[in-house]
């Protein structure tokens, strides 16, 4: 069979788009002044992240970032940015004391990110000599159910008292007098 | 250290999870809306899941367990998102405003 042509490259240019995706929605994320432009960074860089969990050979962890982080998160953020109105006001901070926090902020994840990314590549890490199993959703949902099924019970145990205790905290003050 | 950027190395994915990392903490000492410190939280989140499925793909003999404790980072930073908007809800109803520099009643 004969292969398809330039696959080396379309992959190349799928996972430089990923990786692009993933920075740009940071970026985005954290600097622009309206909120709403900074919830669709925080989707754009979901979507990085889907592409990036696909190379890593874990298409069901892609479609539930998708599912969970775009169509969910996403969208409840947007709800809560039309019922309060988040944007900045213009700074009333002194010049210096901008550049001041702006300055510590910098240095601060700077340092955090030459930290840590100094660690992961200077360990050496040790490859496995064999895989136990092949990572597919089928093996997922055998480890979900076996090895991990006492955490998969209390995750749903908190969402389930995280939507009653949003529920319970957004409504106080709405009853009538 | 000699970079390796490639789809089937471990080294480009530290580096994004370590950059998101940062973006969250920037974010979170610079903004000064609950919505926007709750967002650079949900970065801070994915950065972790990322390097912890990355480092499972490559260097763990069980490929199922980072996907997995992935996925209870995601059900986490649901339910983390949902209370957390509430909560935003609530204090903008009481406050008529989320700004984070005028919710200072317990300002001493």
């Known amino acids: 069979m004969k292969e398809f042509p330039a696959t080396d490259y379309v992959v190349a240019f799928v996972f430089a788009v990923a990786v692009l995706a993933t920075v740009a929605g940071a970026l985005i994320a954290v600097l622009t002044s309206r909120i709403i432009r900074s919830v669709c960074g925080l989707m754009i860089c979901c979507f990085g992240l889907a592409g990036l969990y696909y190379f890593l050979h874990s298409p069901f962890l892609t479609l539930m970032e998708i599912l969970i982080y775009v169509g969910a998160i996403c969208v409840t953020i947007i709800f809560a940015v039309m019922l309060a109105e988040p944007d900045e006001a213009p700074r009333r901070e002194t010049r210096r004391a901008a550049v001041g926090w702006g300055g510590g902020a910098l240095l601060a994840s700077g340092a955090a990110f030459w930290g840590i990314s100094r660690v992961g590549l200077n360990h050496s890490w040790i490859t496995p000599a064999a895989k136990v199993n092949q990572g597919t959703v089928k093996d997922i949902g055998i480890s979900l159910l076996t090895t991990y099924s006492l955490a998969f019970e209390l995750i749903s145990l908190v969402i389930l008292v995280a939507i009653l205790g949003a529920l319970v905290i957004a409504r106080y003050g709405r009853t009538k007098p | ?108």
């Open chain 2, 1 to 108: 250290m000699n970079l390796n950027i490639s789809p089937h190395q471990p080294d480009i994915y530290l580096i994004l999870a370590a950059f998101l990392f940062a973006a969250g903490i920037f974010g979170m000492v610079r903004r000064r809306t609950l919505i926007g410190m709750l967002i650079a939280g949900e970065l801070i989140f994915s950065s972790a899941s990322l390097n912890l499925v990355a480092l499972n793909h490559f260097f763990a003999p069980d490929p199922t367990a980072g996907q997995v404790f992935a996925l209870f980072i995601l059900a986490l930073a649901a339910a983390e998102a949902s209370i957390a908007l509430s909560i935003i809800i609530a204090v903008y109803r009481n406050y008529r405003s989320i700004n984070s520099q005028e919710l200072s009643e317990l300002n001493g």
